[in-house]
């Protein structure tokens, strides 16, 4: 539990998921699918690239959900207190509060590693996957939106 006298209002550990996020998705999938294919002569055909993007973007804001419920960042959510109502309710209700969001989108996350397993072997064009894992995460932040913090 975090003492309210440790309590801070700080963004810098968003920023740095932001610049993250930024890096992994952009050169993570690319460096997986170039290494698979040159050692081990594994190709993941067409889409392979957008389908790790996608299953990264989805595992990313997961680690971002676990890092507010971390660090107690409840202020960051959308809809969610202000730092000074947060700072107030105290570390129990700051840790249910982020643990509800974090528990509807590794559900989420569950659901769309499913998904992507029978688009891989179905051979699923990488539109619908696109659809499908992006609907997921609009349906799971409106899933967020009854969530209160009192």
Request: glycine content about 6%; charged content about 15%.
């Amino acid at each position: 539990m975090m003492d309210q006298q440790e309590y801070k209002k700080t963004y810098k550990p968003l920023i740095l998921w932001m610049i993250l996020f930024i890096a992994g998705s952009t050169f993570i999938p690319v460096l997986i699918n170039r290494t698979l294919d040159q050692l081990f002569q594994i190709t993941w055909g067409e889409g392979a690239e957008v389908r790790m993007v996608l299953m990264f973007m989805v595992i990313a804001i997961d680690g971002l959900l676990v890092m507010i419920y971390a660090g107690e960042y409840v202020y960051w959510i959308n809809g969610g207190p202000g730092f000074e109502e947060a700072k107030a309710a105290g570390s129990e209700k700051r840790k249910a509060y982020a643990a509800a969001h974090l528990s509807v989108f590794l559900k989420m996350t569950l659901v769309c590693c499913v998904y992507l397993l029978f688009s891989l072997l179905f051979h699923f064009p990488i539109g619908i996957d696109i659809a499908v894992i992006s609907s997921a995460v609009v349906v799971a932040s409106i899933m967020t939106i009854p969530i209160r913090f009192n």
